[in-house]
């Protein structure tokens, strides 16, 4: 019964490195959140896919940050030329649909702590 | 962007004691949630409200959704060290192209005092 996986754990990377974090949703699960938690805060929204489908992207910065979901294989987070300013806990979460109602509670996986040295 | 007013910061108890949290917003959500985080984990959903002025109980937790839809509130009776963490709520609507995004607090820091 695995719920939402995320990995790596904890990521350093130094300036101007690539980060890439990885999501597998719950089994049964096609669609895919991603959100950003800085130290003391609560978590912000990035971007929402379903397989093969950017749907919202409004939470994204509009440079250096892309994601991804394919058909085959775990969604992906994807950080080019890391600041200072990207280390945070990035979270994903896994629903069975998008809507509101039970069916649609979304599932957080245990996050990617990215520090940037 | 959208903002969760989410109180007290910071809470420090007494084992045995009553706990009270909120939360409320300028605009009007569909649904409210209530999400637990320890520390160096992803948050874990404890209650969804659906419904205004909804009321819904988990175990020693209840939750109303409040008329408005502007406003939730948490209580954790008789308190137990495990309820050590960090308590979010969330609101949820439609953003627009279907994506249900949830909008979080920044989270109630509840200490319990054995």
């Known amino acids: 019964n695995a719920g939402v996986m995320q990995n790596p754990r904890h990521l350093v990377r130094r300036r101007g490195q690539e980060a890439r974090l990885r999501c597998s949703p719950m089994k049964g699960h096609s669609h895919v959140y991603w959100y950003r938690q800085l130290p003391e805060e609560g978590l912000k929204f990035m971007v929402y896919?379903?397989?093969?489908?950017?749907?919202?992207e409004s939470g994204m910065p509009k440079e250096r940050f892309s994601a991804e979901f394919p058909k085959e294989g775990p969604s992906i987070l994807r950080i080019q030329q890391v600041v200072r300013g990207d280390s945070a806990a990035y979270f994903c979460?896994?629903?069975?649909?998008?809507?509101?109602?039970?069916?649609?509670?979304?599932?957080f996986g245990p996050g990617t702590r990215l520090t940037v040295t | 962007g959208q903002q969760l007013n989410q109180s007290p910061q910071s809470m420090f108890i007494q084992e045995g004691e009553d706990v009270s949290m909120n939360c409320t917003s300028s605009?009007?959500?569909?649904?409210w949630l209530w999400y637990k985080q320890d520390p160096g984990e992803g948050p874990v959903l404890l209650i969804a409200?659906?419904?205004?002025?909804e009321l819904t109980s988990n175990g020693r937790l209840t939750a109303q959704f409040g008329i408005t839809r502007k406003d939730s509130f948490l209580n954790i009776s008789a308190s137990i060290p495990s309820d050590v963490g960090i308590y979010f709520c969330?609101?949820?609507?439609?953003?627009?192209?279907?994506?249900?995004?949830?909008?979080f607090g920044k989270g109630t820091k509840l200490s319990v005092i054995p």
């Open positions: 409200l659906y419904k205004a002025g």
């Open positions: 979460a896994s629903s069975a649909g998008s809507g509101p109602g039970s069916s649609y509670e979304q599932y």
């Open positions: 896919l379903q397989k093969e489908n950017i749907i919202d």
């Open positions: 969330a609101g949820q609507r439609d953003s627009g192209a279907g994506s249900y995004q949830l909008t």
């Open positions: 605009s009007i959500f569909n649904t």
